[in-house]
């Protein structure tokens, strides 16, 4: 099955304009390799799409948190709408694998790297956008981004949030450690322990240093069982 038409159907979205999807999968690796004309990759709808989601994140955030104030919601709607969050949002859509790559881009982990993932995740909304409406868009990012967004906040600002639980438990200082390195350079991994006192409460791993640390402290969460 061709790869757009697969990408189509693990979204639930048919694009009428084919073209706009291709775009959206395009990234500047790919379209300067192959000598495509200029503003062929997908900058200009990722600029677009992340518009059209932050305006989707804030209504909704609006309309389903009434009694906060403006500044919870805006810290709320940033952890939602980051880079991070993004990438993270796309594994459910295993976007990276659709991703047109120039070969250098490719062969050094891109269709891994968060920045990449969360501009294509954008620019697939902007193209939604542009070929169904702000209705279809919507739909879109209710269905795969705004979905259980405590559990979400737990996990995106899990760092934060275990620093605020140590503290107001008097379980003592938090200690990261990194444990271990493995793979090429272009696509490591990180291998993290969290201690807490002198106990060592858990590991994690990530493509970066801070992402397996993020991954620790939020297994650590969970086994001090801090709700979402």
């Given at each position: 099955?061709?790869?757009?038409?697969?990408?189509?159907?693990?979204?639930?979205?048919?694009?009428?304009?084919?073209?706009?999807?291709?775009?959206?999968?395009?990234?500047?690796?790919?379209?300067?390799?192959?000598?495509?004309?200029?503003?062929?990759?997908?900058?200009?709808?990722?600029?677009?799409?992340?518009?059209?989601?932050?305006?989707?994140?804030?209504?909704?955030?609006?309309?389903?948190?009434?009694?906060?104030?403006?500044?919870?919601?805006?810290?709320?709607?940033?952890?939602?709408?980051?880079?991070?969050?993004?990438?993270?949002?796309?594994?459910?859509?295993?976007?990276?694998?659709?991703?047109?790559?120039?070969?250098?881009?490719?062969?050094?982990?891109?269709?891994?790297?968060?920045?990449?993932?969360?501009?294509?995740?954008?620019?697939?909304?902007?193209?939604?956008?542009?070929?169904?409406?702000?209705?279809?868009?919507?739909?879109?990012?209710?269905?795969?981004?705004?979905?259980?967004?405590?559990?979400?906040?737990l996990f995106y600002d899990s760092k934060t949030i275990l620093q605020e639980t140590v503290q107001g438990r008097g379980l003592g200082a938090i200690r990261y450690q990194l444990s271990?390195?493995?793979?090429?350079?272009?696509?490591?991994?990180?291998?993290?322990?969290?201690?807490?006192?002198?106990?060592?409460?858990?590991?994690?791993?990530?493509?970066?240093?801070?992402?397996?640390?993020?991954?620790?402290?939020?297994?650590?969460?969970?086994?001090?069982?801090?709700?979402?």
């Amino acid at each position: 099955m061709d790869k757009q038409l697969e990408f189509q159907q693990v979204i639930g979205y048919e694009f009428h304009d084919a073209g706009l999807l291709r775009q959206a999968l395009t990234h500047s690796s790919y379209a300067n390799e192959k000598r495509m004309r200029k503003h062929s990759d997908n900058e200009r709808l990722e600029f677009l799409g992340d518009a059209v989601l932050e305006i989707i994140t804030s209504e909704y955030l609006y309309h389903h948190y009434p009694d906060l104030p403006e500044g919870e919601l805006t810290k709320m709607r940033a952890s939602l709408v980051c880079e991070t969050a993004l990438a993270y949002c796309t594994k459910q859509l295993q976007l990276g694998e659709y991703l047109l790559l120039g070969r250098g881009e490719d062969q050094t982990g891109g269709r891994k790297r968060s920045s990449i993932l969360s501009d294509a995740l954008e620019a697939v909304i902007g193209a939604i956008y542009l070929d169904g409406g702000f209705a279809s868009a919507k739909e879109f990012i209710l269905k795969f981004i705004l979905t259980d967004i405590a559990h979400k906040q737990l996990f995106y600002d899990s760092k934060t949030i275990l620093q605020e639980t140590v503290q107001g438990r008097g379980l003592g200082a938090i200690r990261y450690q990194l444990s271990g390195e493995s793979g090429p350079d272009h696509d490591k991994i990180f291998e993290v322990e969290l201690w807490i006192g002198e106990r060592r409460t858990s590991s994690g791993e990530g493509h970066t240093k801070k992402a397996a640390e993020q991954d620790a402290a939020y297994k650590a969460l969970l086994k001090l069982k801090v709700s979402p």
